[in-house]
């Protein structure tokens, strides 16, 4: 009984060390606790699988730094089964961050032995004009691009061969946290193409984005972090969101546990006064 009224009085500091432990531990050695693959994160899983290795596929990066922690691990685990599965990738932005991070996952790429700039992947960049732009963009790649973010003329790239439309993609992909996203992606490419169109979003934004899904408008949905380690199991691969995941878990127990001791130590304190 006095162990549960010490307990109770516990150092704050002691709980917040364990919550940091709780979360670095994991992200150095990812445990790699058990969760289910959702259907959706299968279906995006599968459409890439599904692309005949050396055609290219479209990832645009419309994201914001606010919901990059949430989204930003989808876009690096698709690129890293896409290099796995020899295809061609080439990024676009429609948001003004996009391009930083499309520069992050493409500097993963290029560690990659075998794997060139230009040839196996390729940063677009940045235009403003969100669905306006994305309409242009559709009908007019390399009028739109002219050049890519490194300066090169993009009609002079080897991956950027055959490529004049968005419908000269085999796959699309898009990741977002706001506008543009899966609306406009579905009105300007994936109804007026008929290309497979797979999305990712943060969390927030996955149950206004299920219904384009269930109606069979989108090949995919991923998300959140949840989805990106989803991915990362269905590859057989974990990574950071595996990890990240890891820790949040663990982090909910720890949380919990406090919870029910503190409430088991005001009920044995408030009994040890009464006696």
């Given at each position: 009984?006095?162990?549960?009224?010490?307990?109770?009085?516990?150092?704050?500091?002691?709980?917040?060390?364990?919550?940091?432990?709780?979360?670095?531990?994991?992200?150095?050695?990812?445990?790699?606790?058990?969760?289910?693959?959702?259907?959706?994160?299968?279906?995006?899983?599968?459409?890439?699988?599904?692309?005949?290795?050396?055609?290219?596929?479209?990832?645009?990066?419309?994201?914001?730094?606010?919901?990059?922690?949430?989204?930003?691990?989808?876009?690096?685990?698709?690129?890293?089964?896409?290099?796995?599965?020899?295809?061609?990738?080439?990024?676009?932005?429609?948001?003004?961050e996009g391009t930083e991070f499309a520069n992050q996952i493409i500097a993963e790429g290029e560690k990659m032995a075998g794997k060139t700039y230009g040839v196996?992947?390729?940063?677009?960049?940045?235009?403003?004009?969100?669905?306006?732009?994305?309409?242009?963009?559709?009908?007019?790649?390399?009028?739109?691009?002219?050049?890519?973010?490194?300066?090169?003329?993009?009609?002079?790239?080897?991956?950027?061969?055959g490529i004049a439309t968005v419908a000269d993609f085999v796959l699309v992909t898009e990741f977002a946290t706001g506008i543009p996203g899966p609306s406009e992606w579905i009105?300007?490419?994936?109804?007026?193409?008929?290309?497979?169109?797979?999305?990712?979003?943060?969390?927030?934004?996955?149950?206004?984005?299920?219904?384009?899904?269930?109606?069979?408008?989108?090949?995919?949905?991923?998300?959140?972090?949840?989805?990106?380690?989803?991915?990362?199991?269905?590859?057989?691969?974990?990574?950071?969101?595996?990890?990240?995941?890891?820790?949040?878990?663990?982090?909910?127990?720890?949380?919990?546990?406090?919870?029910?001791?503190?409430?088991?130590?005001?009920?044995?304190?408030?009994?040890?006064?009464?006696?």
């Amino acid at each position: 009984m006095d162990l549960l009224v010490k307990l109770g009085n516990i150092d704050r500091r002691v709980i917040y060390i364990l919550l940091i432990l709780a979360t670095l531990v994991p992200l150095v050695r990812p445990i790699g606790l058990p969760f289910s693959v959702s259907e959706a994160t299968k279906k995006f899983y599968a459409a890439v699988e599904q692309v005949p290795a050396g055609e290219t596929i479209l990832m645009a990066i419309d994201y914001s730094v606010g919901g990059g922690p949430d989204i930003h691990p989808q876009g690096q685990a698709v690129f890293r089964h896409a290099m796995a599965r020899g295809l061609k990738v080439v990024f676009v932005a429609f948001v003004t961050e996009g391009t930083e991070f499309a520069n992050q996952i493409i500097a993963e790429g290029e560690k990659m032995a075998g794997k060139t700039y230009g040839v196996d992947f390729v940063n677009l960049g940045y235009v403003p004009g969100s669905e306006v732009a994305i309409s242009a963009f559709a009908q007019d790649v390399l009028k739109v691009y002219p050049k890519d973010v490194r300066g090169n003329v993009t009609a002079d790239l080897p991956i950027m061969q055959g490529i004049a439309t968005v419908a000269d993609f085999v796959l699309v992909t898009e990741f977002a946290t706001g506008i543009p996203g899966p609306s406009e992606w579905i009105k300007q490419v994936g109804t007026r193409y008929n290309v497979p169109l797979a999305i990712g979003v943060v969390t927030v934004m996955g149950p206004q984005t299920t219904p384009y899904y269930q109606a069979g408008q989108l090949v995919g949905l991923l998300s959140g972090l949840k989805s990106a380690a989803e991915y990362e199991v269905a590859m057989k691969a974990p990574g950071l969101a595996t990890a990240a995941m890891d820790a949040q878990s663990i982090d909910h127990i720890v949380i919990v546990l406090f919870i029910i001791l503190g409430n088991i130590a005001y009920f044995a304190g408030k009994g040890k006064k009464g006696r």
